[in-house]
């Protein structure tokens, strides 16, 4: 059995996205932030006390992206793990690239937007971390010129876990990305998938 602890409305949400768009049978506990992630049941499965956390029929992981590259490389052969090597090396990349580079910037404009009390939030810093995104998003905007999704023509597990980091700023109306029209038609053409809305229901 498949155990996948954390609410869609954190990290955890882009590795339910994996396990639906695989397809595959899994229970969702539902642990959520402080408090919950911090209760001892709970770090002894995930000593680090955040989500998400996965117990795939007894290996434990923690971290999101090495959890989604767990699950599609296990279950997706062929299909989000493309089958080509060097396309299975840049799935790898471009979701390191997505974590070290996007979602730290992001973060910045999100916590200082949007998720602090009104009275931490810091303008400067949200336009810090904007102007520190215009770079990476270029970089994607200049793949994006010949193709559809960020390997080719086809949707992989680098599209998924790069779209479940960069769509948290447009979905949530704090990041403007007209300037990148290719990416911006990228965010939606990922975001129609039917898995996705599975794990959000509207
Ligand atoms: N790099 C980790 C970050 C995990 C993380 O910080 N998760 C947040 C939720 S999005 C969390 O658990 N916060 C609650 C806490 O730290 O107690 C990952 O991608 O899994």
Redesign the pocket.
């Known amino acids: 059995m498949i155990k996948l602890y954390?609410i869609p409305a954190?990290?955890?949400g882009?590795c339910l996205w994996m396990l639906q768009e695989l397809g595959l049978e899994y229970e969702n506990v539902p642990v959520?932030?402080?408090?919950?992630?911090?209760k001892p049941e709970y770090l002894a499965i995930n000593p680090?006390?955040?989500?998400?956390c996965l117990d795939d029929n007894g290996l434990i992981l923690?971290?999101?992206?090495?959890?989604n590259l767990h699950l599609a490389r296990t279950y997706g052969a062929g299909g989000i793990w493309p089958a080509d090597e060097a396309d299975q090396s840049r799935v790898i990349q471009w979701s390191i690239w997505g974590?070290t580079e996007v979602?730290p910037p992001l973060m910045t404009v999100l916590m200082n937007r949007a998720f602090l009390p009104e009275p931490q939030r810091d303008e400067t810093k949200a336009e810090a971390g904007e102007a520190g995104l215009k770079a990476p998003l270029q970089v994607l905007e200049d793949v994006l010129k010949d193709r559809d999704y960020i390997l080719g023509s086809e949707f992989t597990a680098a599209d998924l876990n790069v779209h479940s980091i960069l769509s948290w700023g447009p979905a949530l109306g704090r990041m403007d990305v007209s300037d990148t029209a290719r990416l911006a038609r990228w965010l939606t053409r990922c975001g129609e998938r039917p898995s996705l809305a599975r794990v959000y229901p509207s």
Do not use: C
Request: cysteine-free.
């Open positions: 954390g954190s990290r955890a882009r959520s932030f402080l408090g919950d992630s911090r680090n006390g955040h989500i998400p923690f971290e999101s992206m090495a959890i974590m979602e």
